[in-house]
């Protein structure tokens, strides 16, 4: 994800230092970050208007169903970032199975068992949903991610894991367009035309909205991008300006969607669309949004306390839904909400990362530094 930058005492001179980057290594990609953060406040925009529309008793208003549908490309947005940085990193390093699997366990499965249990805690305790009622289905729902509505994302992401070591085989750009095609079919069959006739555990299995199999073109999709990174990146800063048109007509194509269509999910078939677009579009976007650097810090660092803002914020909000007036809860201070909740997981991840061992309560990627190496010296012609 991040180039591999450090300082190296071997290439240092008092007198002359310059940074660079070592092109053999996966640079810190801003484009991404600046993706991840887009797909972090789509999501936040997902739970905090469903809140509303349980409050305002099971309907949404047009402000907040505007949101709340627009926010349905986020988790797939999520999807592609996490394949394209792990197929990156093959790219430029190999694959290394012992360590891929121990980092990813530190990485993903420790967080994931960790808010397991926090939110199977607070169902049991403070909602008083009673968990415990047969076992088999306990587990199963566990490891599906079903102990609290945002979870499941975390399943799937670890089911991607398990098939990576066969994925990342494929190493050419032809191989990848066969790859893709594969997972356009796939995601569609699995969403829309799987119909078992009989029940049985594979079934229930392949019916789960975490099955892996739901999810596989975003993830494809990722490596696809990784694979054909340089062309793609160059097209997308091309787009500039153009780019915040293209985002535009994405968000009115979604509202299409959900005044035609109803409610939309965000693993539809058309997001196999609007996902790769609007990779294309916010790559544009960045092109601009980077010259105003207060902007650009903002979005670098929600793009690095994605993860961490993903385990917590349905915390943040379920405390502040039981804890807030009801007369809060109206449709003008929606925008407010958004920003609090924001605020506030963000300030609750910084709080975490006081404490020993946080890496395995809250992911926190860390930005590289650049490697220092010697310059070479100047030739100069001096007169005495």
């Known amino acids: 994800m991040c180039g591999i930058m450090q300082f190296d005492k071997r290439y240092y001179n008092q007198q002359d230092v310059t940074p660079i980057m070592n092109k053999n290594k996966s640079s810190y990609i801003n484009e991404i970050h600046f993706l991840r953060a887009i797909a972090c406040l789509f999501v936040l925009m997902v739970h905090v208007t469903a809140i509303y529309y349980s409050k305002h008793g099971g ?28 197929f ?17 366990m530190i990485k993903i499965g420790m967080p994931f068992l960790i808010w397991s249990i926090v939110y199977l805690a607070l169902m049991q305790y403070v909602l008083q949903v009673d968990i415990f009622t047969d076992w088999k289905q306990f587990a199963v729902d566990f490891a599906m991610g079903n102990s609290f509505y945002h979870l499941y994302f975390m399943s799937v992401v670890f089911q991607f894991y398990l098939i990576f070591p066969l994925l990342q085989l494929i190493r050419t750009k032809l191989g990848w367009w066969i790859a893709l095609a594969l997972a356009v079919f796939a995601n569609y069959y699995f969403v829309y035309v799987y119909s078992p006739e009989t029940v049985t555990v594979v079934s229930q299995l392949l019916e789960q909205r975490a099955m892996l199999t739901k999810w596989i073109f975003f993830f494809v999709f990722g490596g696809f991008l990784a694979y054909h990174w340089d062309p793609i990146l160059k097209f997308g800063k091309n787009l500039n300006w153009f780019g915040y048109v293209g985002f535009a007509g994405l968000v009115v194509f979604a509202v299409y969607e959900y005044k035609t269509k109803g409610s939309i999910d965000n693993n539809r078939w058309t997001n196999m669309i609007n996902i790769p677009v609007m990779t294309l579009m916010v790559i544009g976007m960045y092109q601009s949004v980077k010259r105003v650097k207060w902007i650009e810090k903002f979005f670098a660092m929600l793009g690095n306390l994605s993860m961490g803002i993903y385990l917590v914020h349905p915390l943040v909000i379920l405390v502040y839904s039981r804890t807030l007036p009801e007369s ?15 605020a506030t997981s963000i300030g609750f991840i910084k709080v975490l990362q006081l404490f020993p061992l946080n890496h395995y309560v809250i992911t926190v990627p860390a930005k590289k530094k650049p490697v220092y190496k010697e310059r070479e010296p100047e030739m100069t012609l001096s007169v005495r």
């Open 328 to 342: 809060i809860w109206t449709t003008e201070t929606a925008p407010f909400m958004f920003v609090v909740v924001l």
């Open 59 to 86: 309907t949404f208003t047009e402000f907040t169903q505007f949101f709340n549908q627009i926010g349905r490309y986020g988790t797939p947005t999520f999807a592609v970032i996490s394949g394209f940085l792990l």
């Open 88 to 104: 990156l990193q093959v790219r430029k390093k190999g694959f290394d199975a012992k360590r891929f699997y121990h980092s990813r």
